[in-house]
């Protein structure tokens, strides 16, 4: 079984400024994706980025990028320029080839203006 | 074009009764996967269903079952609710199974006194 961790429950960063957020997993799967999803309080699930196991570069969308180091099993988002609409609970999760998604326990970043 | 929706959007039951939830995928999308998140931490998979069968379970007891519809709707069913019922239902919609980014309604709030 997949098991996916953030180690942080919270976050904050000053408006405009760059925070990372941290995610670990463990699996014996060779063919993954791993996955940040945003929920804002309005509940909806809002994918950020995806990355596939199986490229060695970085995914990048806009201000959001992640390092991803498949040796360790790491898998971390950077979001640059912060905004105050990135306030959120932030998902790390991880699937297989089914395409069911193993969620860790979010981390909760706020923005300070 | 329309997302997922969900319905109803918030519940109230009463432990022992049963319940049921409602989805629509996004048009054209014929996967659909149930997720329950509990107040505080991250989704759990229940169930996936692609092309009106049961692709994936997750580790939930026998009260819960869904099924899919010739239209690819889907309906989630609890029985003999437990307080630790409580929770936000999430289901998502995929064009497939495999390697596709998956869509999140809203969610349904289902409250067990």
């Known amino acids: 079984a997949q098991t996916v961790t953030q180690s942080q429950p919270e976050m904050s960063v000053q408006e405009a400024e760059t925070v990372t957020l941290s995610c670990t997993y463990d699996?014996?799967?060779?063919?993954?994706?791993l996955f940040w999803y945003k929920q804002p309080p309005s509940r909806q699930m809002i994918l950020v980025i995806r990355?596939?196991?199986?490229?060695?570069q970085n995914a990048t969308e806009n201000r959001f990028s992640v390092n991803f180091q498949k040796a360790a099993k790491s898998f971390s988002l950077k979001i640059s320029d912060s905004q105050l609409g990135d306030a959120a609970m932030y998902f790390c999760?991880?699937?297989?080839?089914?395409?069911?998604?193993?969620f860790g326990g979010g981390t909760r970043l706020m923005v300070k203006p | 074009d329309a997302g997922v929706t969900q319905s109803p959007t918030h519940l109230i039951k009463t432990r022992g009764q049963h319940v049921t939830l409602r989805c629509s995928p996004i048009s054209g999308h014929k996967s659909v996967s149930w997720y329950q998140q509990v107040l505080g931490q991250g989704p759990q998979f229940i169930f996936q269903y692609y092309e009106k069968e049961e692709r994936g379970r997750g580790n939930f007891p026998d009260r819960f079952s869904a099924r899919q519809f010739p239209n690819y709707s889907s309906e989630l069913n609890v029985n003999a609710l437990l307080l630790g019922d409580s929770a936000l239902y999430l289901c998502?919609?995929?064009?497939?199974?495999?390697?596709?980014?998956?869509?999140f309604g809203d969610g349904t709030r289902l409250s067990i006194l």
């Open positions: 998502a919609s995929s064009l497939a199974q495999g390697n596709q980014p998956q869509h």
């Open positions: 990355q596939e196991a199986y490229k060695q």
């Open positions: 999760a991880f699937s297989d080839a089914g395409n069911m998604l193993t």
């Open positions: 699996t014996s799967e060779s063919d993954y994706y």
